[in-house]
């Protein structure tokens, strides 16, 4: 059997460093921010801390003691429970959660609230609007991808595109219509100026220098919208094509008049297992609980 080979490569971790702190304004310092970070235990645990540290930040780590075992465990973008308490406990101006690859990125904000991917893709849309460096007037996003931010970037002069759920998605799109900024509620903020990926570390530093040209709390630069309500029910299935019942046909039909350009819907089956997710959003929160209850109920009946 053949074996591969082990190669190490010295200086990889300063070479990132340095490639992360060249996607930011020259001479940019974050002097006198207070910084909690979480790498989850995993890819960012030495780079994170010391880039910021480099770039002038008071630093408090948390997530970097990994074992082989314990990446992502109660920890990181998806689990920022810890961060949330530790910003309050240390009162930071800011708390990041990446996740164990480093690809995804949640903010916490200086009360300890989080700050999900769609509004720091508002932040960041707006931000490269300013700096004229959109390659197209519009930002790519999920079907997912709260409404609220689509009305937000109207209101700058951006359209928001489309796609089915998943970053690959968000990236093709990006790739075959000319967009450089794409991004999921999840923290995948992908930005092909620099990276053809997620990185969720760089997507901090654009985020930290906003808030550092604004000069604002975290909680006022990263509340661009009142996300919409929104309601999600689940609904498991053993076999067949629910979604072709006539029932749901019209169930469906009916939820779509009553939003009627008041919100959203999307009824889709699970891509790993046999459930049909359906999702409303919509100005009025009761309506939007009617009418997705009315799909999920027509869909339940349809599965017997």
Known sequence: MALGRAKRIDGVQDRYIEFAKRTLPKNISFEGLRIVVDCAHGAAYRVAPEALWELGAEVIAIGVDPDGFNINKDCGSTAPEELCRKVREMRADIGIALDGDADRLL???????VVDGDQLLAVIADNMRANGVLAKAGVVATVMTNLGLERYLESLGLTLARTVVGDRYVLEHMREHGYNL??????HIIMSDFTTTGDGFVAALQI???VRKLNQPVSQVCHRFEPLPQVTRNVRYRGGKP????????????????LDGHGRLIVRPSGTEAVIRVTGEGDDPVLVEEVVEAIADAVAQAAV
């Open 107 to 113: 903010i916490v904000d200086e009360r300890g609230r």
């Open 208 to 210: 930290l220098a906003v």
């Open 243 to 258: 979604l072709d019942h006539a029932d749901v046909r019209s169930a469906i039909a009916s939820a779509q008049r009553r």
């Open 182 to 187: 794409g991004g999921e509620p999840s923290g």
